[in-house]
T-cell receptor
């Protein structure tokens, strides 16, 4: 496989469920990201991992919990979500992070619906 | 609050014409500028990036940057129906940093056959 792969493509969950999104990059990149894309809003950065070190984004609710076990894999653990969390969740990677010239490669995304 | 502004469109352009997409940004210290293309139901794909004032050409695409006016544009020559998509402008703050890229809401481009 090449590029950035995300699973699942679609996810429907209730507000009391716990689920996880998975991302794997095959590009040898050192940085991985989670973005949220809602209708009529810009892409919102949720979390960044650089060389497996997390860069905190304080505005993200604690019901979203990222995990980066190694430089190729990234997870987003979800629990007690709200209907307003329904959105497209995109994983991305870049060669490096923090120098201001990051070129992002996106996965296909997970379309999440919270009922 | 760093902002990137784009006209949401839709911008309708006849096939074969030049499509001109515009983007303004609020952070005067921004250093890197990107254009991503997103087809409906798909994820964004990087198509152009520019760091210096002036023009950068790649095939049918030209990115133009004017830092004094805080303005970046994307020109698509000989527009094709396959160019119909939403185009996202993204800007990196000075020195990079935890904020990463700031994205605009995107311009929906329609190329009419």
């Amino acid at each position: 496989e090449t590029g950035v792969t995300q699973t699942p493509r679609h996810l429907v969950m209730g507000m009391t469920n716990k689920k996880s999104l998975k991302c794997e990059q095959h590009l040898g990149h050192n940085a991985m990201y989670w973005y949220k894309q809602s209708a009529k809003k810009p892409l919102e950065l949720m979390f960044v991992y650089s060389l497996e070190e997390r860069v905190e984004n304080n505005s993200v609710p604690s019901r979203f919990s990222p995990e980066c076990p190694n430089s190729s894999h990234l997870f987003l653990h979800l629990h007690t979500l709200q209907p307003e969390d329904s959105a497209l969740y995109l994983c991305a990677s870049s060669q490096e992070w923090g120098r201001g010239n990051e070129k992002l490669f996106f996965g296909s995304g997970t379309q999440l619906s919270v009922l | 609050q760093k902002e990137v502004e784009q006209n949401s469109g839709p911008l309708s352009v006849p096939e074969g014409a030049i499509a001109s997409l515009n983007c303004t940004y609020s952070d005067r210290g921004s250093q890197s500028f990107f254009w991503y293309r997103q087809y409906s139901g798909k994820s964004p794909e990087l198509i152009m990036f520019i760091y210096s004032n002036g023009d950068k050409e790649d095939g049918r695409f030209t990115a133009q940057l004017n830092k004094a006016s805080q303005y970046v544009s994307l020109l698509i020559r000989d527009s094709q129906p396959s160019d119909s998509a939403t185009y996202l402008c993204a800007v990196t703050p000075a020195g990079g940093g935890a904020d990463g890229l700031t994205f605009g809401k995107g311009t929906h481009l329609i190329i009419q056959p």
